[in-house]
């Protein structure tokens, strides 16, 4: 037997898969990126998304296993996304993993992809200590944990409204700037002044984030100013983001000891975000932990290392499509 | 050989063993919510009653659809991963002929495709469109009916003698009889076996408006024009040859795919196809009186002009200084060009290749599938003639199906 999980990733517009170790090293990994196709609608077309995933599932799986040339039948299990995500998405992903794993003869479990994310910051190297924070920030999730262990894992803050992620790609649109709008508007942002005053949602309320206020403050200032200079539009809009995300860490940080910040999800690829937390970090005197680029956006190998978790955790749930799953759930 | 069947694409699972087109064992899983419906558990089920592994499996069967899109890609899927993992072939039937088969006579197939419309087999001919243009399709005193909207078909034909087969939907043993013979797809090529939607080629083009003959385009504008909205490619007819068509507003991903049907490095500068001059000025194209003199002959018809870009240009064509209009002679074609807009359509073949005359040769030529096929019938193997109006002086860069001397003759006493 091979000490290797096959991770398996498609809950929204990549299909990715990798070949992972207990300690998170990655021992092949590949990523079919449908971001192209999306482009033009602004945002995620699930049933091109459907079909993309079925098209590219097998050919990034054996990619993985032809890079490694890796024995799939010696694999100590399959973890493939469960949920949350698209529907139609998550079913392509879990009914080929259960196709293969009886025809592998190899356990099928069925992984919250938020768990894969909080333990993206510890592939290819350990990077965090425990306990830690956890700052989850993408397209469809924003949210504040806290975990002593891998496997213990503490809801201390989520969105009330759109994600942070969402956000960005909403005024991305606004200012014409395509879809995914993440690192376009930083780019835009970096070459502005953050001069108009947008507001900061829920600042200094407890950890729970709202980022949908902003949007729409956006919204109504373009709609009011059409000829602001887009860049200094972007600048504002990131320096609220920041100034947000920036303080609930803080006070989580304040809150409870913790050895290091861990931010992961798309939007911990901001450089604005890394800069504004390792500030943060120095002056509260934790370490920050980010995972590498590759893996802050979905990925098969952040699933690969959270089923070992559950594997240690004697945690078995079925590989069964689930749209909707707290952070919490195995 | 020992085969899996596979069927999913109606509310009840179903799933089979057979040797050859001998049905070993058959177990069902109905009145389970879909997100609920397990398909790998019904399999090891299936294989314990009849006392197999899944390493005796040889082959796997599966129904493509049309049906419920999330369902069949479930069974999809599974089909393509348990293959992959056993190291053997998928072989595929669609829902409708499963349908026709199980029936034993010759029947009028249908499925619901959701608002008012259907997929339907008559006979050997696929169809697609509103419910009642596909009932209307029949042209005898009596037909057997199944599949969905058996009772709706009688009252939509009061003069004709409807026979219900009582056959709801595909089943298992069907889908071993049928593929017994087919040739096993590698489930690691893209789209091996991918659930069939109104966009496969085999509906495609095979709307209420096909009369059974086969120079007839069928497809709806509609249709087309939401495809390529959607970023699909569409093969298409055109009045020289078979054209691959996207919307240039759609992005770079159907030009990704568009060239990797054809092998070739992506570029933009594909020619334009329009419905008039008017369309062109809007793209922000200068037709000095060359150009108007030559459109004024050959317009619409098989002739491409080369016209600087001078005026407000969509964002599209930024960093252009030059593009290659047509006005093609199709009504079909212009319907759907003045509903889409102009649109990016090069000749339908492998790069170094001529374009084959009918759809199927293209479809059997082209290195992938394009979203929606329009048959046309067979077309020609000649290209237009390109004009370069964006010089001084006029010249033909191409000759194709305007000969040069015509050219010539227009363009005779015409000031730069």
Not at chain 1, 158 to 164: L, Q, R, Y
Not at chain 1, 315 to 320: E, F, R, T, Y
Not at chain 2, 387 to 390: H, Q
């Given at each position: 037997?091979t000490?290797?999980?096959?991770?398996?990733?498609?809950s929204?517009?990549?299909?990715?898969?990798?070949l992972v170790?207990r300690?998170?090293?990655?021992?092949?990994?590949?990523?079919?990126?449908?971001?192209?196709?999306?482009?033009?609608?602004?945002?995620v077309?699930?049933?091109?998304?459907?079909r993309a995933?079925?098209?590219k599932?097998?050919?990034?799986?054996?990619?993985?296993?032809?890079?490694?040339?890796?024995?799939?039948?010696?694999?100590?299990?399959?973890?493939?996304?469960r949920?949350?995500?698209l529907i139609?998405?998550?079913?392509?992903?879990?009914?080929?993993?259960?196709?293969?794993?009886?025809?592998?003869d190899?356990p099928?479990?069925?992984?919250?992809?938020?768990?894969?994310?909080?333990?993206?910051a510890?592939?290819?190297?350990r990077?965090?200590?425990?306990?830690?924070?956890?700052l989850?920030v993408?397209?469809g999730?924003?949210?504040?944990?806290?975990?002593?262990?891998?496997g213990t894992?503490?809801l201390?803050g989520?969105?009330?409204?759109?994600?942070?992620g969402?956000?960005?790609?909403?005024?991305?649109?606004?200012?014409g700037?395509?879809?995914?709008?993440?690192?376009?508007?930083?780019?835009?942002?970096?070459?502005?002044?953050?001069?108009f005053?947008?507001?900061?949602?829920?600042?200094r309320?407890?950890?729970?984030?709202?980022?949908?206020?902003l949007?729409?403050a956006?919204?109504?200032f373009?709609a009011?100013?059409?000829?602001?200079?887009?860049?200094?539009?972007?600048?504002s809009?990131?320096?609220?983001?920041?100034?947000?995300l920036?303080?609930?860490?803080?006070?989580?940080?304040?809150?409870?000891?913790s050895?290091?910040?861990v931010?992961?999800?798309g939007?911990?690829a901001?450089?604005?975000?890394r800069?504004?937390?390792?500030?943060?970090?120095?002056?509260a005197g934790?370490?920050?932990?980010?995972?590498?680029?590759?893996?802050?956006t979905?990925?098969?190998?952040?699933?690969?290392?959270?089923?070992?978790?559950?594997?240690?955790?004697?945690?078995?749930?079925?590989?069964?499509?689930t749209?909707?799953?707290?952070?919490?759930?195995? | 050989?020992l085969?899996?069947?596979?069927?999913?694409?109606?509310?009840?699972f179903?799933?089979?063993?057979?040797?050859?087109?001998?049905?070993?064992?058959?177990r069902?899983?109905?009145?389970?919510?879909?997100?609920d419906r397990?398909?790998?558990?019904?399999?090891?089920g299936?294989?314990?009653?009849?006392?197999?592994?899944?390493?005796?499996?040889?082959?796997?069967?599966v129904?493509?659809?049309?049906?419920?899109?999330?369902?069949?890609?479930?069974?999809?899927?599974?089909?393509?991963?348990?293959?992959?993992?056993?190291?053997?072939?998928?072989?595929?039937?669609?829902?409708?002929?499963?349908?026709?088969?199980?029936?034993?006579?010759?029947?009028?197939?249908?499925r619901?495709a959701?608002?008012?419309?259907?997929?339907?087999?008559?006979?050997?001919?696929?169809?697609?469109?509103?419910?009642?243009?596909?009932?209307a399709?029949?042209?005898?005193?009596?037909?057997?009916?199944?599949?969905?909207?058996?009772?709706?078909?009688a009252?939509?034909?009061?003069?004709?003698?409807?026979?219900?087969?009582?056959?709801a939907?595909?089943?298992?043993?069907?889908?071993?009889?049928?593929?017994?013979d087919?040739?096993?797809?590698d489930?690691t090529r893209?789209?091996?076996?991918?659930?069939?939607t109104?966009?496969?080629p085999?509906?495609?083009g095979?709307?209420?408006?096909?009369?059974?003959?086969a120079?007839?385009?069928?497809?709806?504008?509609?249709?087309?024009?939401?495809?390529?909205?959607?970023?699909g490619?569409?093969?298409?007819?055109?009045?020289?040859?078979?054209?691959?068509?996207?919307h240039?507003?759609?992005?770079?991903?159907?030009?990704?795919?568009?060239?990797?049907?054809?092998?070739?490095?992506?570029?933009?500068?594909l020619p334009?196809?329009?419905?008039d001059?008017?369309?062109?000025?809007?793209?922000g194209?200068?037709?000095?009186?060359?150009?108007?003199?030559?459109?004024?002959a050959?317009?619409?018809?098989?002739?491409?002009?080369?016209?600087?870009l001078?005026?407000?240009?969509?964002?599209?064509?930024?960093?252009?200084?030059?593009?290659?209009?047509r006005?093609?002679?199709?009504a079909?074609?212009?319907d759907?060009?003045?509903?889409?807009?102009?649109?990016?359509?090069t000749s339908?073949?492998?790069?170094?290749?001529?374009?084959?005359?009918?759809?199927?040769?293209?479809?059997?030529q082209?290195?992938?599938?394009?979203?929606l096929?329009?048959?046309?019938?067979?077309?020609?193997?000649?290209?237009?003639?390109l004009?370069?109006?964006?010089l001084?002086?006029?010249?033909?860069?191409?000759?194709?199906?305007?000969?040069?001397?015509?050219?010539?003759?227009v363009l005779?006493?015409?000031?730069?």
């Open positions: 037997m000490d290797l999980i096959l991770g398996i990733e498609t929204c517009d990549d299909t990715s898969v990798a170790e300690d998170g090293t990655v021992v092949a990994a590949s990523t079919a990126s449908q971001a192209a196709l999306h482009t033009r609608y602004g945002g077309y699930p049933e091109m998304a459907s995933h079925i098209d599932i097998l050919p990034t799986v054996r990619m993985v296993l032809d890079d490694s040339g890796v024995d799939p039948r010696g694999l100590r299990a399959i973890g493939v996304t949920g949350p995500g139609g998405s998550l079913m392509v992903g879990v009914s080929t993993a259960v196709g293969l794993g009886q025809g592998w190899v099928v479990l069925g992984i919250n992809h938020l768990r894969g994310h909080l333990r993206s510890d592939l290819e190297e990077r965090v200590d425990y306990p830690a924070t956890i989850l993408s397209g999730h924003t949210f504040l944990a806290r975990m002593t262990d891998p894992i503490t201390l989520s969105t009330v409204d759109d994600s942070v969402e956000a960005y790609d909403k005024v991305a649109r606004m200012l700037l395509g879809y995914p709008g993440g690192p376009a508007v930083d780019r835009l942002a970096a070459t502005g002044s953050p001069v005053p947008f507001p900061r949602p829920m600042l309320d407890g950890l729970d984030f709202s980022f949908s206020g949007k729409s956006v919204e109504r373009l009011a100013e059409p000829d602001a200079p887009p860049a200094d539009v972007a600048a809009f990131v320096a609220a983001c920041l100034e947000v920036v303080a609930k860490c803080r006070r989580a940080l304040a809150a409870d000891r050895e290091c910040l931010i992961v999800g939007v911990a901001s450089p604005q975000l800069e504004a937390a390792g500030e943060l970090c120095a002056s934790v370490r920050l932990s980010l995972p590498p680029l590759r893996w802050s979905d990925n098969g190998a952040m699933i690969g290392l959270a089923t070992w978790d559950y594997l240690a955790n004697g945690q078995a749930p079925p590989a069964l499509a749209t909707s799953l707290s952070i919490e759930s195995f | 050989m085969t899996l069947a596979v069927e999913t694409s109606t509310s009840t179903a799933v089979a063993l057979g040797d050859g087109e001998r049905v070993l064992a058959t069902e899983l109905a009145g389970v919510a879909p997100r397990d398909l790998p558990g019904l399999v090891t299936l294989l314990a009653d009849a006392g197999y592994a899944f390493a005796d499996l040889l082959r796997v069967a129904d493509v659809g049309p049906g419920n899109l999330t369902a069949v890609r479930t069974g999809v899927a599974y089909a393509n991963g348990l293959a992959f993992a056993l190291g053997i072939g998928v072989v595929t039937a669609d829902s409708l002929e499963l349908m026709a088969a199980r029936a034993g006579q010759p029947v009028l197939c249908l619901n959701g608002g008012g419309a259907a997929y339907g087999r008559l006979g050997p001919d696929y169809l697609h469109g509103p419910l009642a243009a596909l009932a399709r029949v042209r005898t005193g009596a037909v057997a009916v199944a599949g969905d909207f058996r009772a709706e078909v009252r939509l034909l009061p003069g004709v003698l409807v026979e219900d087969t009582g056959i939907g595909p089943d298992p043993a069907t889908l071993l009889r049928l593929t017994a087919r040739t096993p797809l489930p893209e789209r091996a076996a991918a659930p069939l109104e966009t496969s085999l509906f495609a095979r709307g209420e408006a096909g009369e059974g003959g120079a007839v385009h069928g497809g709806d504008v509609e249709k087309v024009v939401a495809v390529l909205r959607d970023g490619v569409v093969l298409l007819p055109t009045d020289t040859v078979y054209g691959l068509a996207v240039p507003e759609a992005g770079d991903g159907p030009l990704g795919r568009l060239f990797a049907m054809k092998r070739r490095p992506l570029s933009r500068n334009i196809m329009v419905a001059a008017d369309q062109a000025r809007g793209l194209a200068q037709v000095p009186a060359s150009a108007e003199k030559l459109l004024a050959f317009s619409p018809g098989p002739l491409t002009l080369a016209l600087g001078t005026g407000p240009a969509p964002a599209w064509l930024a960093g252009r200084d030059e593009i290659a209009v006005v093609p002679d199709d079909f074609l212009l759907v060009l003045r509903a889409a807009g102009p649109l990016l359509v339908a073949n492998l790069s170094g290749h001529d374009t084959p005359e009918t759809m199927g040769e293209v479809l059997a082209l290195a992938g599938q394009p979203d096929a329009l048959d046309g019938g067979p077309r020609q193997t000649v290209p237009s003639t004009v370069n109006c964006n001084p002086a006029p010249v033909v860069e191409r000759v194709g199906a305007v000969p040069a001397e015509r050219i010539a003759e005779e006493g015409t000031q730069p």
